[in-house]
């Protein structure tokens, strides 16, 4: 059940700036707040076109940096949280953004929720998916419900997302998602049946280091196996970005998966 938001505390933002200063973010200062991870998930489409939707979208970065990088994107974020809706909106208005990208209240689980939303089935070109990190029933849930939203997965686990992701792409439509390492098994089986051709990226903290994230990009409906990329490195042994994850940072550079 949805967490009841009247209840839920004001959220203090400030404004950061992302894609050397491309995109700018109000955002919570304490809590969930947008990094690599969203960074990455941006980079990830090739040649973005069309309708996007960005499922789980908090204060739109994603989006944001997608629609940045292509001028003729259409996007709409779908986020369930009224006030990190409300940060989502703001932050349109703030990139200039308002003709072509809105932001939807929604419950992306929910059919019914889509539906009385507006959202139709199979309307988006391309789907992209931070989902939140832990299975409902492995981990205790934050008393702060906007954290737990943000990192806690619903009763069907990875598989609940993917059937929504699936509901709204397109024939032939691609989507991005970004996991955990740890969460291969689960996102190769949420995906059998809905994306093939599966494209995952490990993303290491650091030569040598395993992978704390794995990106996959995916057709609806393709029967193609999955293939997995040669890995990104995120830090240099002294800590600094190495000159690839540096590029991606500052919106040099795309991963183009697919």
């Known amino acids: ?14 404004s950061d700036a992302f894609l050397d200063g491309a995109v700018r973010l109000r955002q919570p200062t304490q809590g969930h707040r ?50 990190t809706a409300a940060l989502a909106r703001d932050n349109v208005a703030l990139n200039g953004m308002s003709d072509r990208v809105n932001v939807i209240e929604v ?4 059919a019914s929720s889509r539906r009385a939303a507006g959202l139709a089935d199979a309307s988006a070109d391309i789907v992209v998916a931070n989902p939140p990190w832990m ?13 737990a939203l943000a ?48 494209a995952i990226v490990p993303v290491h903290p650091r030569a040598g280091a395993p ?12 029967r193609a196996a999955a293939c997995v990329m040669p890995g990104l490195v995120l830090h240099e042994a002294d800590g600094r970005l190495t000159p690839q994850a540096d590029a991606l940072h500052r919106g040099r550079a795309t991963l183009d998966i697919a």
């Open 34 to 83: 947008v990094g690599t991870d969203a960074v990455l998930l941006a980079a990830a489409v090739a040649d973005p076109l069309g309708m996007l939707i960005d499922a789980g979208a908090g204060v739109g970065a994603v989006g944001l940096m997608m629609a940045q990088r292509a001028p003729l994107l259409r996007a709409a974020l779908l986020e369930i949280d009224p006030m």
């Open 211 to 222: 992978a704390l994230r794995l990106i996959a990009v995916g057709r609806k409906g393709s």
């Open 151 to 198: 990192h806690v997965l619903g009763p069907e686990g990875l598989a609940g997302w993917m059937r929504a992701v699936m509901a709204l792409t397109k024939p032939d439509g691609r989507m991005a998602i970004i996991v955990r390492g740890e969460d291969l098994a689960d996102l190769l089986k949420a995906c059998a049946g809905r994306f093939g051709g599966l």
């Open 107 to 110: 419950d992306i689980l929910s």
């Open 135 to 147: 299975a409902a029933a492995r981990s205790r849930a934050s008393p702060d419900a906007r954290r």
């Open 1 to 14: 059940m949805p967490p009841n938001f009247a209840r839920l505390r004001p959220v203090a933002d400030a």
